[in-house]
């Protein structure tokens, strides 16, 4: 679905964002751009939505090399969400919706109120002007506009941002139902669980360098310290004792009346992360 | 395409009318009308100054019923101090004198001269007039010429700009960006209706003010100069819009532009005033030629060619500053 070789970018003259990326997205794979502010995520994004031109390298999507295909038809087979919700604020969710799709074929549009009854928008709101909506309500109604031309190819930017849990449970699934309808999501974010939850693979970027590309489960055990942590009772006393993981294969390895907890030390995302650029995501 | 353009076009609309654009150029078409009727034609209507003459001998006897006599010196001196542009005329010596407080040389002179010549009887040979206006169709054409550059030049540039200010805020251009419409479809549409909105204003206001049978004659020509400046103004409102960060910005922009680019305009084309550089001031030929427009006078076809291609220059400018801004942030 994308393919990017050696993408190079520079604001300016000695401004480069981005540093020789190499990395491909599958056709129906959910595909986690992480980084820290500045790493070059948004610059990465822009030039694959056809926004930002002048870059060195291949960057490929659909089959079909990018320069050549910034035309109306790229644009009908994308969709996306950007991190802040962009609307028309003097004109209802449905206004909002109608206007939007109305770039689009007919038979590529799907139905507005559905849409926004997917994403749980009350009803009482649908006719009232966006200005009177709360930034979730706003970020909603712009997962709708995204979704609005069933496009192949998803890019959400912070897709959960300013969501409250339920709220980023219900994008959550919802991101899923696309994957499974076979659309391809490219998701930037900032938030660990997003990524782990829902990404096949993730790269991680730091300074305009690709440090990291694996899914987010393999990323974990290749950067674990393999130990276990276990607390326990022993004489009527609560010990704490942490062991390789190995030495569980013989069993527990010391003396003891009764396992209290037994812990992984298995590092989370960002902990990976950290371990590959050196910084924390925020 | 067409549908999308059409989206487009409904949509700018709705911007306008929700920021009571339209509202606004109706007032202001009633607004210049009632001027143009109830102030602009009675204030020129009037004689230009007040004259008082003391003459306590009565030595002039074929005064205009304009001069208004007085019955001494102090009392010519307080009427004189009350309307600071009057004239007066002291005939207690024999000889007249003239009496007035000092403003600008020439006009002092003019009005020493206007203030004599109500000494004489009016007789003698009448000039000689030219073209068929009429002294009140020429003021009527004159202001609402007038009244019609302001409308197109200040309220059509601050319109266009506040609705592009406000989708730059909403930060909807960027959701552009990424619609499969061309990019230029965008900027057409506000420019369409702009043109509509200020064609349908110039053919209101010429037709109230002017009359319906001159009206009709001078429509084409002002029409089209109309169009000139309206697209102008919008993609010049437009370009400021892109290129300037925020609303506050653009205000000072604006009061330069009304300051420093108006006022000279309207000096040199309505009074005696004449700045040598004026001809290379490019609003003093927008306005010459929608004033040519109203009085027939042949416009050249090279300045309308120019405008053209002033068009075409600011066109591409927006089309650069857009794709800047769609590119920035987000």
């Known amino acids: 679905m994308i393919a990017v070789k050696n993408l190079t970018f520079s604001y300016g003259k000695d401004k480069q964002a981005l540093h020789g990326l190499n990395f491909a997205v599958e056709d129906g794979e959910i595909f986690g751009f992480l980084g820290p502010n500045g790493s070059g995520k948004s610059t990465t994004q822009k030039i694959l939505t056809g926004i930002l031109k002048g870059y060195n390298g291949k960057v490929s999507l659909f089959g079909q090399d990018i320069s050549a295909a910034y035309g109306p038809e790229f644009f009908q087979k994308i969709g996306v969400l950007f991190e802040f919700p962009y609307l028309y604020t003097n004109l209802s969710a449905v206004d909002n919706l109608n206007y939007f799709a109305s770039f689009y074929p007919k038979e590529q549009r799907r139905d507005v109120r559905e849409l926004l009854e997917m994403l749980e928008v009350k009803s009482s709101f649908l006719k009232k002007p966006v200005s009177s909506y709360s930034k979730g309500m706003r970020q909603r109604v712009s997962m709708a506009r995204a979704l609005i031309s069933s496009p192949r190819l998803l890019f959400l930017d912070e897709p959960t941002s300013g969501l409250d849990p339920s709220g980023a449970v219900l994008f959550r699934k919802i991101i899923e139902q696309e994957r499974k309808k076979g659309t391809t999501v490219f998701v930037t974010t900032h938030n660990m669980a997003d990524a782990d939850l829902l990404c096949d693979r993730v790269a991680f970027l730091s300074n305009g360098n690709l440090v990291a590309l694996d899914t987010p489960k393999r990323l974990k055990e290749k950067n674990s310290n393999h130990r276990v942590v276990i607390d326990y009772l022993v004489q009527g006393r609560r010990e704490t004792k942490t062991i390789e993981a190995q030495e569980l294969e013989q069993g527990i390895p010391f003396v003891h009346d009764e396992i209290v907890s037994l812990h992984s030390q298995e590092p989370t995302l960002e902990d990976v992360f950290i371990q590959y650029t050196g910084r924390g995501l925020s | ?330």
């Open chain 2, 1 to 330: 395409m067409r549908i999308a353009f059409r989206a487009l076009f409904q949509k700018d609309v709705r911007m306008l009318a929700s920021g009571k654009f339209f509202l606004m150029a109706i007032g202001f078409l009633f607004l210049y009308t009632a001027y143009i009727n109830l102030g602009y034609l009675r204030f020129m209507q009037m004689e230009p100054y007040s004259v008082y003459l003391y003459d306590p001998a009565g030595t002039q006897t074929e005064k205009s019923p304009l001069v208004q006599t007085v019955s001494s010196m102090e009392a010519m001196k307080t009427a004189l101090l009350s309307d600071a542009n009057a004239a007066g005329l002291d005939a207690s010596g024999g000889t007249i004198r003239v009496v007035l407080y000092a403003g600008a040389e020439a006009i002092d002179r003019h009005r020493a001269d206007y203030a004599l010549s109500l000494l004489r009887s009016s007789g003698g040979d009448p000039p000689e007039i030219l073209g068929t206006n009429t002294p009140e169709q020429k003021a009527r054409k004159e202001i609402t010429c007038e009244l019609l550059f302001f409308e197109l030049s200040a309220v059509g540039f601050l319109g266009i700009a506040a609705v592009l200010f406000k989708e730059k805020w909403m930060g909807v251009l960027r959701v552009h960006a990424i619609l499969p419409l061309r990019k230029n479809w965008f900027l057409l549409s506000k420019l369409a209706v702009f043109l509509v909105s200020d064609l349908v204003f110039a053919a209101l206001l010429t037709l109230l003010n002017i009359g319906l049978a001159d009206g009709i004659t001078v429509l084409p020509a002002v029409l089209l100069q109309t169009a000139l400046l309206s697209l102008v103004m919008a993609l010049a409102g437009l370009l400021c819009a892109l290129l300037l960060k925020d609303f506050r910005q653009f205000t000072l922009a604006y009061l330069a532009l009304a300051v420093f680019a108006a006022t000279p305009v309207f000096l040199s084309a309505n009074t005696s005033v004449k700045f040598a550089w004026i001809g290379y001031h490019p609003f003093y030929h927008v306005y010459m030629g929608l004033k040519n427009a109203y009085f027939e006078t042949a416009i050249s076809p090279i300045y309308c060619v120019g405008m053209a291609g002033v068009i075409a220059v600011l066109f591409l400018a927006v089309q650069l500053a857009f794709r800047r801004e769609t590119g920035k942030g987000g």
